[in-house]
């Protein structure tokens, strides 16, 4: 983000993370996509800025971030964030390739 100049969205994505790590699920930019998926999100001046995660247990692994103007969230984004999900809990190892 900061290389593509979108430093609005990249700070963003700074105060979501850091109001996510104080504030765990009472996180003010948390919204779920349903089971352990969820998304920080927040518009910026140039752009929404995203950041995906996962819940596991009382844990968030954060698994990508994006600066965007659609307002859906990128699908390939979404399969890698399931990818390292199935990675995490084991059912899948991580050097294999993406399910289709």
């Known amino acids: ?3 593509k100049g979108q430093r609005t969205c990249l700070r963003a ?3 979501m993370c850091a109001d996510l790590h104080q504030n765990g699920r009472d996180c ?3 919204k779920s996509f349903g089971g352990p ?6 518009r910026a ?3 929404g800025a995203r950041v995906y995660v996962l819940a596991i ?3 968030f692994v954060l698994v990508h971030a994006e600066c965007k103007n659609e307002n ?3 699908q390939n984004l979404l399969l890698d964030v399931s990818d390292v999900y199935d ?5 899948q190892p991580v050097l294999e390739p993406r399910r289709s």
Not at 37 to 42: G, I, P, T
Not at 87 to 91: C, D, L, N, S, V
């Open 37 to 42: 998926v969820y998304e920080l999100k927040k």
């Open 1 to 3: 983000m900061a290389g």
């Open 57 to 59: 247990g009382a844990e």
């Open 45 to 47: 001046s140039d752009g």
């Open 13 to 15: 994505v700074v105060e």
């Open 72 to 74: 859906q969230a990128d």
């Open 28 to 30: 003010r930019y948390l």
């Open 87 to 91: 990675a995490i809990m084991g059912h």
